[in-house]
C-alpha cells in the first residue's frame, strides 16, 4: 500500500488521541469508526472509476482524472455519514469491548 491509498481522514495528529490509558469517549469512538469505515468504502469504490475514459463531449479531461480521487473519497465519506454498510458499527462495538478490556 502506497501513501496515496491512504485516506487523508485517518491521518491525525497524535494529540487528537487519549494518552495510553485513557479511556476515549463513545463520541471520539464513533467518529472513528466512522472515519474508518469512509476510508473502507473509498477504497472499494476506486476501482469502478479507475477504467473510466475522461474524453468525449462531456468529459472532462485531466481535470476530471485529476480530481477523481477526491470525489471518490468524498462518495465514501457521505455513504458512511447516510448510515453506510454497517461496519463502522461493528468496529465502535469492538473498540468499546477492547477499551472495557473485554478483548
Given amino acids: 500500500m502506497d501513501a496515496n491509498s491512504v485516506s487523508p481522514a485517518l491521518l491525525r495528529p ?5 494518552a495510553p490509558g485513557e479511556d476515549m469517549s463513545e463520541a471520539a469512538m464513533r467518529k ?7 476510508s473502507y468504502l473509498s477504497q472499494m469504490l476506486k476501482p469502478m472509476f479507475e477504467g473510466l475514459k475522461s474524453d468525449g463531449p462531456f468529459g472532462g479531461g ?8 477526491f470525489l471518490v473519497e468524498e462518495m465514501g465519506k ?13 468496529v465502535l462495538s469492538h473498540m468499546l469491548k477492547a477499551q472495557e478490556g473485554l478483548v
Avoid at 497524535?14 to 487519549?18: I, Y
Fill in 62 to 69: 485531466a481535470g476530471e482524472e485529476m480530481w477523481r480521487g
Fill in 78 to 90: 457521505q455513504t458512511a455519514r447516510a448510515g453506510g454498510v454497517g461496519l463502522a458499527d461493528t
Fill in 14 to 18: 497524535a494529540s487528537m488521541f487519549p
Fill in 32 to 38: 472513528v469508526a466512522t472515519d474508518f469505515e469512509a
